[in-house]
């Protein structure tokens, strides 16, 4: 029990470290990207739309893991790129993040991206051979990042709106730009 409690945190540590770094460009720019677009006083439709993001994010990664879903890395961090030009452009037409089903299955839809993207991570670490104990391990990393990052993007992000007292339409469509034009150079850079 006691190996398999230090695989878990291992594993655990592994993926948490990895996402929250910069070596993850494209999950945490996306992350990043969607904790910025809530408001402090809707944390109902923030939990439901991160649960949903977390969800499609297990189920890419299982799917995956499983060979089920198999990409190339480069169709993967071309997905990746078009995901956050689709959150970008998703901002961008949507200036009131409401959780409602349409919403919901956006984000679980990112998410199944995101989570394909971290299988080939996880699969590169640790080898093609699944392991129970890392698998849960890794993927609680992984939520705790998400957690942390969009929850860290929202403070920061309802911070800066309170210090500059800047308008939110404002705000959110400045925000949505940056990421469609990130997005964009990141699909030009890996469709070439």
Do not use: C, W
């Amino acid at each position: 029990m006691d190996l398999n409690m230090n695989m878990i945190f291992s594993s655990f540590q592994t993926s948490f470290n990895y996402l929250i770094s910069i070596s993850s460009f494209d999950h945490f720019l996306i992350l990043l990207f969607v904790g910025s677009i809530f408001h402090l006083k809707n944390p109902k439709s923030y939990l439901s739309l991160i649960l949903a993001l977390i969800i499609g994010s297990s189920i890419g990664f299982v799917l995956s893991n499983l060979n089920v879903l198999n990409f190339s890395s480069s169709s993967i961090k071309l997905a990746m790129a078009i995901s956050f030009l689709a959150i970008g452009i998703h901002n961008m037409l949507s200036t009131n993040i409401i959780a409602n089903a349409i919403r919901y299955n956006f984000f679980a839809l990112i998410g199944v991206v995101i989570g394909i993207s971290l299988n080939s991570y996880f699969v590169r670490i640790y080898g093609s051979n699944f392991s129970f104990s890392k698998s849960i391990g890794f993927n609680l990393g992984i939520f705790a990042a998400y957690i942390a990052i969009t929850l860290s993007s929202l403070l920061l992000s309802n911070l800066l709106l309170l210090i500059f007292k800047m308008e939110k339409k404002s705000y959110y469509l400045a925000i949505s730009g940056i990421g469609i034009g990130i997005s964009l150079v990141l699909i030009y850079l890996r469709y070439k």
